[in-house]
């Protein structure tokens, strides 16, 4: 947490495993109190940018609920209760793309929001990525399976097609954390 | 939206301006209903990654509530009633920075949510960033204004400084639009 101190939080929405919400009482440095500071709690996940040993990126097309048309998308889902960050991405790319990996490279666990908090987000570089299994996804959504070159990737996601803030933020960053490795 | 059909919505909680909870009722393209669905609604934001004409980078070193310490921040801040991104970015930037820019790059605007949507980040590198008058923030939060190098920015991103998700997309994608353009 920063230096606001959180002097009391009470419980105003308890959804569902999906979501709860809360109102906290926040003291600031200066000594003024917010008494109404709305706080969101959502599952923590993870997202995974899986790339072969002959460097092409295993991805999806897909729809989700929020999203308008088709995005691509990463390997992704919610850590399950008690879960390590870790071992949830290697179970989400087993599960989706059937795969499991040589080196798993931890890009950052980031909170989705910087006044609610959210969640926070586990984004990974799954390096050396091959077909071990059949996929095994419970996902709703239906997805295809697309397998793109380093420079497909960056097309696409400068041409604003992967439509979410932390598969944006999973991609750019396992561009980066690849190229600086060379 | 998605081809999954919103069959209704209701509210659950009206918070403030600052929160709206819905659940929805929601078909599934196989026919299934899910009648639960919770839903948030945040305010849509900007983040603006600033760079002067001999390529530094205008950021903050900041503190926000559901971060842990300090963390390396772009310009951003909530669109006001009906303002246009891109309004909200120029004016953010003039605000928090006392700055303009030549030249602005959308970078894209992606959904923070991909099951509760919860709002729409949208993101910007402005380029030719230059002071035009002092900055005057009405932020909560102190904010240390730091002018770094490009590599000083990557490396920064690689480790992790950068601790929010939307921050990490914005960085990334700037700092993969501007190489593009060279």
Redesign the interface.
Known sequence: ????KTLSRRI??S??K??T?E?HS?E??DGRVID???W?I?PDFVNVVPVTSDNHFLLFRQ???????LSLAPV?GYLEAGEEPLHAAQRELLEEMGCAADEWVH????????????AT?H?YLALGAQRVAEPDSDD???QERLCLSEREV?DA??N?E????????NV??A???LR?RR
Chains 1, 2 share one sequence.
Do not use: C, Q
């Open positions: 947490m920063s230096s606001w105003l929405l959804h569902s999906y979501l919400v109102e926040v600031l440095p109404n500071w709305p969101i959502t729809e989700k609920y929020a999203i308008d048309g992704g890009l950052g666990s980031f909170k989705a929001g910087a006044n609610r908090g959210i987000g984004l709703l959504e239906e960056e996601l400068l604003k992967f439509k979410l803030v932390p598969w944006a933020a750019g960053l561009l980066l954390a600086r």
